[in-house]
């Protein structure tokens, strides 16, 4: 569970569920830090519908609320001690291959660009300014390890292992985030 990431600091009052979906990890955060508030954003407004459904139904309509939008946009400035999130990560010629059963889902809720890490890239940019100082952010990638750890060298991963995979999630405190990341190959421009 997400309790070896916060051993060394306070319960998290403020969660952030991006690409929350059908609003498990919501639900699940919800559940397990009763003293927190709890945001859930996502930008597909059928995805929200489930998610409200299954809020309603674990009745945390007062604790969780949910935003629809395009990532951060959906929260406008507001900042978290824990964003958690499982965004769209399969490349777009797996989910062009994908098998029938997975046809009636939505593409959007799988696909993650050329190469999967299209919206992983567009978390970790902008994940320092909505984390508070002693925030984590935590994510799940599937098989994403080797192109996000190429393309952040800089980034001290903690690779977590779940129940069902290994180096599939990742957990980031807000101070490294904080580090200017300047892309494999350029140099920094010197003021």
């Known amino acids: 569970g997400l309790d070896g990431v916060w051993s060394a600091v ?7 569920d991006l690409c929350t979906g059908s609003g498990c990890l919501a639900i699940i955060a919800a559940h397990t830090y ?15 519908e489930v998610a409200k459904h299954n809020v309603a139904k674990h009745k945390l309509t007062e604790r969780v609320t949910l935003h629809e939008g395009d990532l951060f ?11 958690v999130c499982n965004p769209p990560y399969v490349t ?3 989910v062009m291959a994908f098998p029938p059963e997975y046809a009636a889902e939505p593409v959007m809720a799988h ?14 940019a902008d994940a320092a300014s909505h984390l508070n100082t002693n925030g984590v952010l ?11 750890e ?7 991963f903690l690779w977590l292992d779940t ?29």
Request: charged share 30%; net charge negative.
């Open 10 to 16: 306070e319960p998290p009052q403020s969660i952030l």
């Open 34 to 48: 009763p003293e927190a508030r709890v945001d859930a954003a996502d930008l597909s407004t059928d995805a929200l």
């Open 73 to 83: 946009g959906a929260v406008g400035r507001a900042t978290y001690d824990l964003i």
């Open 92 to 94: 777009a010629e797996a």
């Open 111 to 124: 696909d993650g660009g050329k190469d999967g890490m299209m919206l992983v890239r567009r978390i970790l």
């Open 138 to 148: 935590v994510m799940e990638i599937g098989q994403g390890r080797e192109t996000i």
């Open 150 to 156: 190429r393309d952040f060298p800089d980034l001290p």
């Open 163 to 191: 129940e069902t995979s290994e180096g599939e999630v990742f957990a980031l405190p807000a101070s490294a985030l904080l580090v200017p990341k300047t892309p494999k190959g350029k140099a920094r421009a010197r003021k």
